[in-house]
């Protein structure tokens, strides 16, 4: 395994086994210890133990090469004593203590294991309303939030993350205001990602400039009108003043939702890459596709290779997985959906010689990420045809389609942001561009270290103008862009995500969107003297366009960030 001097802290930190506070296993020895557990799944399919022991060799092969690695929770917990597996819960909200109180225990219990929950708040009655056996009032979705957010501090997950929740809100909630400006005070709701579940007939109301309905979630009648125009602008006020809410569009959503007899879609996962139906859980996974370019061209052949044996891995851990719940383990078992996705594609875009902007670059995302998508299916049909279709297959969408092909898995393709998988391999993260060129990292003395992307280091000695001078200078902002010294086709290669319109972010967010299952992790970045209305055009392009979601930041916008490229570690 060839790992980075970053990669070896946080595996040291966070990933590899430790006894009384001491490391006791190597790198190597964790990828064996998960290779090792996620193939004994195959017992449950007659497999002899060579093939069990062929199995796991492939598993190892591919996280070794660094080509493919699961996400964070099973590489801390295969083979050891939580062997929670999943990054990816939503739990439901029902409207009543119990209910409530049951969510909290739930979250908490999975926090502990290192997964990420999401909920929507939406069913629970408005401020104010009428407790029927108190004769009191109701606090309101966000009072409880605040509970959900103490407890998530105070768990900590045991030491390995700190948790993550995702809070939905329906446009259509009584409490949308007091939700939207929510996260204006930044000293609140820090465990939580916000976002507006936005409907189409809001985004119908807001184009034509027409009141919409807040609807009360229990007993279905109109509480009042909005201006649909006025709660968008007031979004777009909140994002553009520190990021949140972001939104997620969740008619589109259950567009895609493949088992609508089961359950509608009414939250994602932290991060929002993964919709959910109440109780499911998602274990995700990334193909490194900085590791797939030889010769200026993408090795298509090893691609559908990494992809058959990822999609065999991802089904295997469902097996292998100690659900937090019963309720959790039945609806993952009947649904049994994956998350394949990628890490390193502003790498393999250098590689390729296309600039991130380009068209060839939004054509290359939809011919990879196609791939991705068709070969994850045929290999989720060859372990249907081995294994079994998922128990809810009947109840789905494929079977219902003219031509349906059988599949193991529900779903199949996420993009993640892999914030950490991608400091494992040494990639650029997701789908996002490269964040800077070279930046200044502090280390724990106080010692001051410039460190630059690799490819750009090779290029300029390559090229003769590499200095640590100009290197120096590049790391004060992150970017390369005017740099004289440095050729013109060189600046257009090493473009950053603050380099980039906000409008190319968006296209390829829709780009990658086309071709995958559930949802795509992007932050669309925006230069600090960006308006309002640049993050109104944004949220609207990426509603034309088809994305699920969308989450912009704007430079230095929130408290505390002086400079967006340096770095503390
Ligand atoms: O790279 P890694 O596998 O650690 O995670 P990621 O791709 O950055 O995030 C994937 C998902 O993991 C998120 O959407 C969350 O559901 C979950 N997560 C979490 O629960 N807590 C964190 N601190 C980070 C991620």
Redesign the pocket.
């Known amino acids: 395994m060839e790992l980075s001097q970053n990669a070896r802290i946080v595996l040291e930190k966070r990933y590899l086994k430790k006894e009384n506070g001491q490391v006791i296993e190597t790198p190597e020895q964790l990828l064996k210890r998960v290779a090792q557990n996620v193939a004994q799944a195959d017992y449950n399919y007659q497999k002899s133990p060579e093939q069990v022991a062929e199995v796991e060799q492939g598993f190892f092969e591919i996280m070794d090469s660094l080509e493919f690695l699961p996400?964070?929770p099973t590489l801390m917990n295969a083979g050891n004593e939580l062997q929670q597996l999943s990054?990816?819960f939503v739990l439901p909200v029902e409207d009543s203590m119990e209910g409530i109180f049951d969510a909290l225990k739930y979250a908490a219990l999975i926090h502990k294991s290192g997964?990420?929950t999401g909920f929507s708040f939406s069913r629970l009655r408005p401020k104010h309303d009428i407790v029927r056996t108190t004769g009191g009032v109701a606090s309101g979705p966000l009072s409880f939030m605040k509970i959900f957010n103490t407890a998530t501090d105070v768990v900590k997950q045991g030491g390995t993350?700190?948790g993550?929740n995702m809070a939905i809100l329906r446009v259509d909630h009584p409490d949308i205001i007091e939700f939207i400006k929510a996260k204006k005070n930044k000293e609140e709701f820090t465990n939580f990602n916000f976002s507006v579940g936005i409907t189409q007939s809001f985004m119908d109301a807001v184009v034509n400039s027409e009141n919409y309905p807040l609807v009360h979630p229990k007993q279905g009648h109109v509480v009042e009108e909005l201006s649909a125009q006025k709660v968008f602008d007031l979004l777009v006020e909140m994002a553009w003043d520190n990021g949140e809410p972001g939104i997620v569009f969740l008619d589109r959503i259950n567009q895609d939702n493949p088992t609508p007899a089961v359950g509608d879609i009414e939250s994602t996962?932290?991060?929002g890459?993964q919709p959910l139906l109440p109780y499911e859980s998602c274990n995700?996974g990334s193909v490194n596709l900085s590791k797939f370019v030889r010769n200026q061209a993408i090795d298509y052949d090893r691609l559908k290779q990494v992809i058959h044996t990822a999609i065999h891995f991802l089904d295997n851990v469902i097996d292998m997985n100690q659900y937090p719940l019963p309720e959790v383990e039945q609806i993952t078992k009947a649904n049994r959906k994956i998350g394949l996705g990628v890490m390193g594609f502003a790498d393999m875009l250098i590689q390729l010689g296309l600039p991130y902007q380009s068209t060839q670059a939004i054509q290359t995302a939809k011919d990879v990420m196609g791939f991705i998508r068709q070969e994850a299916r045929n290999a989720s049909n060859t372990l249907a045809e081995k294994r079994g279709m998922f128990p809810n297959f009947p109840n789905s969408i494929y079977q219902q389609a003219s031509k349906h092909l059988p599949l193991r898995n529900a779903t199949l393709t996420t993009i993640?942001?892999?914030?950490?998988?991608s400091i494992l391999a040494s990639s650029s993260s997701g789908i996002e561009p490269l964040y800077s060129i070279a930046f200044t990292r502090t280390i724990l003395d106080g010692q001051k270290l410039v460190e630059v992307h690799p490819y750009f280091k090779e290029l300029a000695e390559q090229k003769g103008f590499y200095s640590k001078e100009l290197i120096e200078r590049i790391a004060r902002t992150g970017s390369v862009q005017g740099f004289n010294e440095v050729p013109q086709d060189i600046q257009a290669l090493f473009v950053t995500a603050h380099d980039i319109t906000p409008e190319a972010h968006v296209r390829m967010q829709a780009a990658f969107q086309e071709y995958t299952d559930n949802a795509v992790s992007k932050t669309v970045n925006f230069p600090h003297d960006a308006t309002q209305d640049d993050i109104s055009q944004a949220f609207i392009l990426a509603y034309q366009l088809g994305c699920k979601g969308i989450t912009v930041y704007r430079d230095g916008s929130r408290s505390g960030q002086v400079l967006s490229t340096s770095n503390t570690t």
């Open positions: 996400n964070s990054a990816c997964g990420g993350r700190r993550a996962n932290p991060c890459e995700l993640a942001p892999t914030g950490t998988l």
